[in-house]
């Protein structure tokens, strides 16, 4: 026996202070209780969220590092490698500056906002230095080198800064829960982007001037020879390459085209989801008795229960809970939290060893037991037996008890559903006592006087309070306990009349029948809700899809509604607004690049480098088996705003080339590759580098920031290697294209007349 009690922050106070500060005053408090009194903590919601910051402080310290290890390698200075090694502190410094002001706070998609930012911040110093550095190495000064570059290279920044924020504008008003949650983390995502191009074009290019030394001061190591030579190879290469797919420009542009059809086709065909299912060490479960069950029966029962699941090694300790309170609605029903040991100290995951679980508690007869894992994000407003509900609802009670059990028989023989079970609870025992009215007025005995009898006897009337100088004391009448175990204690009782008691089974008469124990309702109409979880390597997707088609074949009447609820209604809603979001992305960023360039050409030129990024994404996630959730729709969308980034910097130099320099497109455009194949490796290494370690996190909970990770570097592997090419076939396609529609006025010289009218 325990008290349990639960404790809940304020909005708006830090949960991690609030946990330590009630830590704190646990000893107080021990001291004041009788030593058979043993205070503990039995479950810490805060222990995800602590791994999940030590996590992100690993992977911000390593992405860091391996973002600085590529500019070190590329660059090969000291000087070049410490200058944006002081952009990403600055930018996440000044990040947490406005959060704070905003009254934001650091939760799991804040984290992975500033984590994933980690690739961005340096993506605009990296262009700012390595475009300088360009012009140290042609032996300008470092001041020179510093003005020339930074203000060639400016109107890029403020290119690629404008457009992934704007990438980011859909995920800002994006509706329903989902845009809700993830409002934050596109909040947080473009306050970094933004401060880290202010700090790009005003503190980077003053450090290079003041850092960095003119390339004949320098004694080039041994190192620094020999990645200088690999860099040139590696872009001799590139150039020859480039030119051969310059000579098959209508082989390439059926890749690209190709690209596009394999994206829809792989989105189409890749098993759809809505969060990631997290190991955050505590598991929920729901157990469920007969209908006509007993409290000391069930308790006996969930006892039983809690010590079969604390021979799991795996489990530290639970909290058991049955009776009718907030959460539970009837006696057969109880909730077990299965607190877990720390992830090191277990082999398996949560998800493991509820199936361990499954198999040793089916021995425990008389009652069943269903579990999910706790879930640090979810959007249920509801405790059910498993993790995903689908609701009925009908006016007609009568024709939703008859249907119900039905439609829960054939989802229980679909593969894609385990686990299904239903609230429905319309069989449970009840006892009418019927009245002899005659025979009991004879007696001198009124109803009223049998309600009082039967009240007294099994209502746990209060009927007095006994006071002390330290406590109070209800007292409660009631019949004992083995008179409470059966309707056949009915038939021992006995009601005073006037001529004294007499059995109430003189006056009555007694049948069993079966009455509902609850009755459900939605809105103002009855309900029965239908629970499910997802079989193993199944998708919500997939589930969703079973139940739409078993409704369709059952043909359920047309007063009956049928509708998910929960995370599955919510994933309904994702997967409608998917396709509108990723499109809603694509026009913006189209109309912010339209207006940067004042061309309707060239911004479908630097959208045409998305495709495939879309098919790296989609094939990184299938080969590793996870769906395609909310978290890597958003690891979609930022590849928008990160492989574009090559685009605009081939684009911007070859549009400078052919204004200034009066060069011709073909010609342009294949200098601008070769001049900007280094920028564009940095960056996009330096993107990669950010995102790898989500990918490869394997901490409390990462399991949510994963898919982000693998869709950004699947995306970006296969985008690197097919953009370096397609860019230019398409910018020259659509030059040409540009040029047929074209019409140019003549020429008018300074002076000249101009006819009018």
Not at 92 to 113: D, I, P, R
Not at 243 to 272: D, E, G, S
Not at 687 to 704: I, K, Q, R, T
Request: aromatic letters at 6%; hydrophobic letters at 50%.
């Amino acid at each position: 026996p325990a008290v349990i009690v639960n404790i809940q922050r304020q909005p708006g106070t830090n949960v991690i202070e609030v946990v330590d500060r009630v830590k704190k005053l646990l000893p107080q408090l021990q001291s004041t209780l009788p030593s058979s009194v043993q205070v503990s903590v039995l479950t810490d919601r805060t222990t995800s969220i602590r791994a999940t910051v030590r996590d992100v402080q690993f992977e911000l310290v390593l992405a860091v590092a391996l973002v600085i290890l590529v500019i070190f390698l590329f660059l090969r200075t000291l000087p070049a490698t410490v200058i944006p090694a002081v952009a990403v502190p600055l930018s996440l410094v000044g990040t947490f500056g406005v959060m704070y002001l905003m009254g934001f706070s650091l939760n799991n998609l804040t984290l992975m906002a500033l984590t994933i930012s980690t690739g961005f911040v340096v993506d605009d110093a990296i262009v700012m230095i390595e475009n300088i550095a360009r012009y140290l190495e042609r032996g300008d000064s470092p001041f020179q080198a510093a003005l020339k570059g930074s203000k060639q290279i400016a109107f890029t920044i403020l290119s690629l800064t404008v457009s992934l924020i704007a990438v980011l504008i859909p995920l800002i008003f994006m509706g329903d829960v989902v845009g809700r949650l993830f409002r934050e983390f596109a909040v947080t995502l473009s306050i970094t982007i933004l401060i880290s191009a202010v700090v790009s074009l005003t503190l980077t290019p003053m450090m290079c001037a003041r850092l960095l030394r003119e390339r004949r001061e320098e004694q080039p190591g041994p190192l620094s020879r020999v990645s200088q030579r690999v860099l040139d190879r590696i872009i001799a290469g590139y150039g020859r390459s480039l030119q051969w797919v310059l000579q098959r420009q209508q082989a390439t542009l059926v890749v690209t085209v190709a690209t596009l059809v394999v994206t829809v086709v792989l989105f189409v065909l890749i098993p759809k989801g809505f969060f990631p299912l997290q190991d955050t060490g505590v598991i929920l479960g729901i157990t469920e008795g007969p209908q006509a069950v007993s409290f000391g029966t069930m308790a006996e029962r969930q006892q039983a229960l809690a010590r079969v699941i604390l021979e799991e090694p795996a489990v530290e300790s639970l909290t058991s809970f049955i009776g009718v309170d907030g959460t539970n609605t009837t006696l057969n029903s109880g909730r077990i939290y299965i607190n877990l040991k720390p992830l090191g100290d277990r082999l398996a995951g949560a998800g493991d060893i509820i199936r361990r679980l499954e198999s040793r508690v089916v021995d425990v007869d008389g009652i069943t037991l269903h579990m999910q894992p706790v879930q640090d994000l979810t959007v249920e407003d509801r405790v059910s037996r498993t993790q995903f509900q689908y609701t009925l609802e009908d006016a007609d009670p009568e024709e939703l008890n008859r249907w119900a059990p039905k439609l829960l028989e054939s989802l229980q023989l679909r593969p894609e559903l385990r686990d299904v079970s239903s609230d429905q609870l319309n069989q449970g025992l009840a006892s009418l006592v019927e009245i002899d009215r005659n025979t009991a007025s004879r007696m001198g005995i009124t109803p009223q006087l049998i309600t009082d009898t039967l009240y007294d006897a099994f209502g746990q009337r209060q009927v007095s309070t006994m006071f002390t100088q330290l406590n109070q004391y209800r007292v409660i009448l009631e019949v004992m306990p083995e008179f409470q175990k059966g309707p056949e204690a009915l038939q021992a009782l006995e009601v005073r009349g006037t001529g004294g008691s007499v059995p109430l089974n003189v006056f009555t008469r007694v049948t069993d029948t079966t009455v509902p124990l609850v009755i459900s309702r939605q809105g103002q109409f009855p309900a029965v809700t239908i629970s499910f979880n997802l079989a193993p390597n199944g998708s919500l997707g997939e589930a969703v899809e079973a139940i739409r088609q078993v409704t369709q074949e059952l043909g359920l009447p047309a007063s009956i509604r049928g509708s998910f609820q929960g995370a599955a209604q919510a994933f309904q809603h994702s997967l409608e607004h998917e396709p509108l979001l990723i499109l809603a992305a694509l026009i913006t960023v189209y109309i912010v690049l339209g207006i940067l360039y004042e061309s309707y050409i060239h911004p479908l030129t630097i959208l045409s480098t998305l495709p495939s990024a879309g098919v790296g994404a989609l094939l990184a996630l299938m080969a590793l088996r996870m769906e395609f959730s909310v978290i890597a729709l958003i690891g979609i969308i930022l590849l928008i705003g990160i492989v574009k980034k090559n685009a605009i910097m081939m684009i911007d130099f070859a549009l400078d080339a052919e204004r200034t320099e009066g060069k011709r497109p073909e010609q342009a455009i294949y200098e601008a590759g070769l001049l900007r194949f280094r920028p564009i490796m940095m960056t996009t290494l330096a993107a990669l580098f950010g995102a790898l370690p989500l990918a490869m996190g394997a901490g409390v909970g990462s399991e949510l920031r994963r898919p982000l990770g693998i869709a950004i570097v699947g995306g970006l592997v296969l985008s690197q290697l097919l953009t370096l090419y397609t860019t230019p076939v398409v910018y020259l396609a659509l030059d040409r294209l540009a040029a047929r529609f074209r019409r140019s006025p003549e020429p008018v010289s300074v002076g000249e007349a101009v006819p009018i009218g």
